[in-house]
């Protein structure tokens, strides 16, 4: 039994800490690759960006090196602008300039009558053969590089061409050309000289920049998305970057291609010829042309997936020793438990004497385990005043049991006494009513004749009787508050008993009927928001009897002028509002009003009864008595009962 506890303990423990560790150990194994695979993308973008940013400035300076000797020999120009001037300058510019692959100066019409309407002189560098012509039969007023700067005013590059014939000179060769207007001192535009440059050069120079992958090229594109530099040359200004392009197959493609043509700068993930690139762009300045580097994805990620092997085997080789190590530390670790299952093992068969010892480890199992020992000493000491207070509670409960049963037996005599009392004064006091009744009956009838009684006689007589009655009723309606404070089942005949339907107006209307015959010189005014049709569920009887007692109240201790009950209704309620002119309660008399026997004045009439007993008939109907202390003119009291 206690091996297959410490297998079980042994196996719940291995599992619980390899399903903490695992999980911890594979999320961060696997944060790491991502978090890798993030990076390496972020150093492939640097690096591409880098190179192609270090290729741009290659690119400008090989554009700066055609554009510095064009615009100081254009000056030059300016202040010589003969045809010999022409022709000279021309050919220096291409002499001195390697990178120049020719040079054309056209002056605008008319300015050399004597050759014609139009005048140009053409340079240009046949692989280091240096032709210069006169060309008075080629019509150039509508060439690119002569309208653009002439139109414009100012210097710029335009648009290259391939493939084509000008005057005298044929080339098939692929230039680009920057064109600088030539002024005369008045400002106005006299020329234009032109330098071509040859992209066979140019695609050389950006093609020996350094590469950050094996297959990775760049694109040099034009204006319209054509393609000036390609490693395809089949698609070299034949072809644009929107070419064959399926809006729904190749979207990726189009949106870099829109980005490039609105010289923007970025990197952008695509799919060229089915292999998924990644492209950094920049466009070039000075011009409207945009250079890209393109990256094959496989090789950008490298690095990646080689790591993923590695995470891999650190997966493998993690989980194995995860689990080794888990079992070595659980063994040690449940060692001491194991003496102490043996050990408490004897306990429970009965051996009770066998004592556990204490432990000298200071981790959490040596603490169980002394643990164990001092609750067993304690256990052993506990017990015998265990047995011991046991015994003195018996006793005490026994002894407690026999008080009850003398409170009960006395509560009882106590409630049959004053019931037998009330039963013995209701009789009397029944006679000395009915008497008085009779006396103020007699009275009436001799105040009929004059001669019988005198007018001082006839008073008298009249208050002695309304005294008598006054006091009769007085000690009636006592003698009932002491008949229904005795009885200890009132709130649970209430609750049993709530099945009168009665119409809220008419029991208002007779409490105040009710008051105004014990006390006929007051005023009750009576309002109502209810209509007479309105009913409720209740114990007739009871809802009288508070509703009196509260109106006997608001006439005994008021001026008896401004007594008012109002009837109104909220959602789940109907309440009864008995409010008074006067005197009212003290300062906190909230806090006692409800206690039995408790009177505002000693020296008042009364018993104190008349309130606890209107909020226990309140609550047993299920509903409540509340005391409105933010009345400040005499006493409000509302008594609610549900619906």
């Not at 000056?75 to 022709?87: K, N, V």
């Not at 234009?192 to 050069?201: G, L, M």
């Not at 089942?489 to 119409?503: F, I, K």
Request: hydrophobic content about 40%; proline content about 4%; overall charge negative.
């Amino acid at each position: 039994m206690m091996s297959k506890i410490s297998c079980s303990l042994s196996r719940k423990l291995s599992i619980n800490i390899i399903l903490l560790a695992v999980p911890i150990f594979v999320l961060s194994l696997g944060i790491f690759y991502l978090q890798s695979r993030y990076l390496i993308r972020q150093e492939a973008i640097e690096r591409s960006n880098s190179i192609l940013r270090t290729v741009i400035q290659r690119v400008s300076n090989y554009m700066g090196s055609i554009e510095a000797p064009t615009n100081a020999n254009a000056r030059l120009l300016e202040q010589h602008f003969t045809p010999d001037s022409l022709e000279s300058i021309s050919r220096r510019i291409v002499m001195l300039n390697p990178r120049i692959l020719s040079c054309t100066v056209s002056i605008v019409p008319d300015m050399f009558p004597q050759y014609g309407r139009q005048f140009s002189v053409y340079t240009v560098n046949d692989d280091g053969k240096i032709s210069t012509v006169r060309e008075t039969d080629f019509n150039y007023f509508d060439k690119p590089w002569y309208k653009v700067p002439v139109n414009m005013g100012k210097a710029g590059w335009v648009e290259p061409f391939e493939g084509h014939t000008e005057g005298t000179i044929d080339h098939n060769e692929a230039v680009a050309t920057y064109c600088q207007p030539l002024r005369s001192e008045t400002g106005q535009i006299i020329g234009v000289i032109a330098t071509d440059f040859s992209f066979r050069h140019l695609a050389k120079t950006i093609n020996d920049a350094e590469r950050p992958y094996p297959h990775a090229y760049f694109v040099l594109t034009g204006e319209n998305g054509r393609f000036f530099i390609h490693p395809d040359t089949t698609q070299l200004f034949r072809k644009t970057i929107f070419t064959d392009a399926d809006p729904q197959l190749n979207a990726d493609r189009i949106a870099l291609g829109h980005e490039m043509v609105e010289d923007k700068q970025g990197t952008m993930h695509i799919v060229i010829n089915d292999t998924r690139c990644h492209v950094c762009y920049q466009p070039v300045p000075g011009t409207k042309w945009s250079l890209a580097l393109v990256c094959p994805d496989k090789e950008v990620l490298t690095d990646y997936r080689q790591l993923g092997y590695v995470i891999i085997a650190l997966i493998i080789l993690g989980l194995l020793g995860i689990l080794w190590l888990c079992q070595r530390v659980v063994r040690q670790t449940i060692s001491p438990i194991n003496k102490l299952l043996n050990t408490t093992r004897h306990i429970t068969h009965g051996n009770y004497d066998l004592a556990i010892p204490f432990s000298h480890q200071k981790d959490d199992i040596g603490l169980l385990q002394n643990s164990f020992a001092v609750m067993q000493q304690k256990l052993r000491d506990h017990m015998g005043s265990i047995r011991e207070t046991a015994d003195a509670l018996r006793k005490h409960n026994e002894q407690r049991a026999r008080d009850m049963e003398l409170a009960e037996e006395t509560v009882k005599k106590k409630t049959l006494f004053i019931q037998n009392l009330s039963h013995q004064i209701r009789t009397p006091l029944n006679i000395i009513l009915g008497f008085a009744n009779v006396l103020q009956e007699s009275i009436a009838s001799r105040s009929k004749n004059a001669a019988a009684l005198s007018p001082v006689e006839a008073e008298n007589l009249s208050d002695m009787t309304s005294i008598m009655k006054y006091n009769a009723d007085h000690l009636k309606r006592m003698v009932l508050m002491l008949f229904d404070s005795s009885s200890t089942t009132g709130a649970d005949e209430l609750m049993s008993n709530r099945h009168d339907e009665v119409s809220c107006n008419d029991v208002a209307r007779e409490s105040i009927e009710y008051t105004l015959g014990h006390f006929q010189r007051i005023k009750v005014n009576f309002e109502t928001e209810l209509s007479d049709a309105t009913r409720i569920l209740t114990n007739r009887i009871y809802l009288l009897r508070t509703i009196r007692e509260l109106l006997y109240n608001a006439a005994k201790f008021s001026d008896g002028e401004h007594i008012t009950l109002h009837v109104s209704q909220n959602d789940t309620s109907v309440c009864f509002t008995v409010q008074d002119v006067g005197p009212g309660l003290p300062d906190n008399a909230d806090e006692l009003i409800y206690k039995p026997f408790v009177k505002s004045d000693d020296l008042s009439d009364g018993l104190g009864l008349g309130l606890p007993l209107c909020k226990r008939h309140a609550l047993s109907l299920g509903g409540d008595l509340i005391y409105d202390d933010s009345y400040h003119d005499g006493c409000r009291f509302i008594v609610e009962m549900p619906k």
